[in-house]
């Protein structure tokens, strides 16, 4: 069993971006497990809250990153580069930094996205590479969602109405599944 984590960087009720990440739910390969995990409830990071504890619900993700055979980022672009809610989380998840090997390192991570401008997130998806490559993760490279225009893509609901889009989901979950897959 092959088992993916799936973070949306957007805390927006009608997200783009989370309902990419729903969209994906159904598509996931016979053997896999997309799991959806919320960074609503972490904090903004701070040396001096760290010096109390990192919070339980930072541990409780780590753990679920640690466990899994893969992260996937559904992330926003904010000003050409990463969403600020999410790299946030991500920082968080990198505390204490003696645990990052044990959560990050050789971890399969991929980032897609959606927004409603004509470049689908691309600025940011380059932005998350220096620090996938500081956290020593393993990125899947071999395939790329950019999802633009996404209010011609997601309906008033959040339901994916674009049968495209959802083929080239599908790839890419299958794409990543596999490699995320693989013992190496
Ligand atoms: C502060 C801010 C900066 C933004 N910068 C960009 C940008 O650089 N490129 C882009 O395509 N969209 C940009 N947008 C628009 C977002 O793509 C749009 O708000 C999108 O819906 C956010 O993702 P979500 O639907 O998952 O919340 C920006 C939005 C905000 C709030």
């Known amino acids: 069993?092959?088992?993916?984590?799936?973070?949306?960087?957007?805390?927006?009720?009608?997200?783009?971006?989370?309902?990419?990440?729903?969209?994906?739910?159904?598509?996931?390969?016979?053997?896999?497990?997309l799991e959806i995990a919320s960074i609503r409830e972490i904090p903004l990071y701070d040396g001096d809250v760290e010096d109390q504890g990192v919070p339980a619900v930072v541990t409780e993700l780590k753990d679920r990153i640690a466990m899994s055979n893969g992260l996937l980022l559904v992330s926003p672009e904010y000003n050409n580069s990463v969403p600020g809610v999410l790299k946030n989380a991500i920082d968080w998840l990198t505390r204490p930094s003696a645990d990052v090997a044990r959560v990050f390192h050789g971890r399969a991570v991929a980032v897609l996205g959606a927004s409603?401008?004509?470049?689908?997130?691309?600025?940011?998806?380059?932005?998350?590479?220096?620090?996938?490559?500081?956290?020593?993760t393993r990125p899947w490279f071999e395939g790329r969602l950019m999802v633009s225009r996404a209010a011609a893509v997601f309906d008033e609901h959040g339901e994916l109405i674009d049968e495209k889009v959802r083929g080239q989901l599908r790839q890419f979950i299958e794409g990543f599944a596999e490699f995320a897959g693989e013992t190496h």
């Open 116 to 136: 409603p401008g004509p470049f689908g997130t691309q600025l940011a998806q380059n932005a998350w590479l220096p620090v996938f490559r500081t956290l020593r």
């Open 1 to 33: 069993m092959t088992t993916l984590i799936g973070i949306s960087g957007s805390l927006r009720r009608q997200s783009f971006n989370s309902a990419l990440l729903r969209a994906a739910l159904p598509l996931v390969p016979t053997g896999v497990t």
